[in-house]
T-cell receptor, first 111, second 109 residues
């Protein structure tokens, strides 16, 4: 079975803190994705990566950065967390033309 | 930019009734995927449609891809309480998938 794991299920951070969300997949997928999910807005793509050290902006990259030093790991970084970044963050891996496998999600609250 | 709209946003049905959710894209899609997210869970892949006019079935679920490859639908026959969740379509644009806003289905026993 494909497994995508995320470092935390719940996280509470203060405004201005630097936040790291980690995602690891065990299926040797080239592509990895970070989404945020908010009520009524569905899943919105923040960043994706199609290879190690490669990254592409999604639809809402502002306030975020990513790192992919190893194929299995894709990190999302909030340089200076703000309250409008309170959300559910979902990581996924897969191919451009294949199904995406999602992790369990990290519910981030910024106070 | 490319947009994928999904309707309805919410749907409550009595158990045994049918349910349909519709997905419409502003641009032609190369393919479309459907996902289901149970309450408290994460999206899980259901199916992918690639060909114009394609119809696929999974037990009580029927998926269609429009002739113009700009719309799609998911129809559930005789809903059950296990069908509860949010159904998302995801249309493939040039480089990435764009997810619809989802339809949240509640099934009343």
């Amino acid at each position: 079975d494909v497994k995508v794991t995320q470092s935390s299920r719940y996280l509470v951070k203060r405004t201005g803190e630097k936040v790291f969300l980690e995602c690891v997949q065990d299926m040797d997928h080239e592509n990895m994705f970070w989404y945020r999910q908010d009520p009524g807005l569905g899943l919105r793509l923040i960043y994706f990566s199609y290879d190690v050290k490669m990254k592409e902006k999604g639809d809402i990259p502002e306030g975020y950065s990513v790192s992919r030093e190893k194929k299995e790991r894709f990190s999302l970084i909030l340089e200076s967390a703000s309250t409008n970044q309170t959300s559910m963050y979902l990581c996924a891996s897969g191919g451009q033309s294949y199904e995406q496998y999602f992790g369990p999600g990290t519910r981030l609250t910024v106070t | 930019g490319q947009q994928v709209m999904q309707i309805p946003q919410y749907q409550h049905v009595q158990e045994g009734e049918d349910f349909t959710t519709y997905c419409n894209s502003s641009t032609t899609l190369s393919n479309i995927q459907w996902y289901k997210q149970r309450p408290g869970g994460h999206p899980v892949f259901l199916i992918q449609l690639v060909k114009s006019g394609e119809v696929k079935k999974q037990k009580r679920l029927t998926f269609q891809f429009g002739e113009a490859k700009k719309n799609s639908s998911l129809h559930i026959t005789a809903t059950q309480t296990t069908d509860v969740g949010t159904y998302f379509c995801a249309g493939k644009g040039t480089y990435k998938y764009i997810f619809g806003t989802g339809t949240r289905l509640k099934v009343l026993a």
